[in-house]
């Protein structure tokens, strides 16, 4: 059995600050997204600075979204209206926070 589906999809991937995560799940939640995986804990290294996954003071958080194209604006220019009010709170100091789009097939 294949499963197949004619719909374009694509996938959001959200990365914050753990501080953060309160906020991105109300703005999804408000958006009525109906699905979304998260991932808690997470390390790395990026434009705010290094986080460990073994630090207990900061960690980063993965958000998965799985959009049809349709809704994919919408949900994008909330997102970005977000981090405006995140960095304006933040004296225009970059925010820890980070949105990439790309192209999700579902496959099962």
Known sequence: ???HTDETMK???????????GKVRRLLNDRNVKGYTVASGLG???????VSEH????????FMVALEDEHVAALTEALKQLYVKLLEANHGEEVPLKVFLQPCEVIL
Do not use: F, H, P
Request: hydrophobic share 35%.
């Open 1 to 3: 059995m294949v499963y």
């Open 55 to 62: 630090s207990w003071a900061e960690r980063n958080v993965s």
């Open 44 to 50: 790395g290294k990026g434009q705010t600075g290094s």
């Open 11 to 21: 996938m959001l991937t959200i990365i914050c600050r753990d501080t953060l995560e």
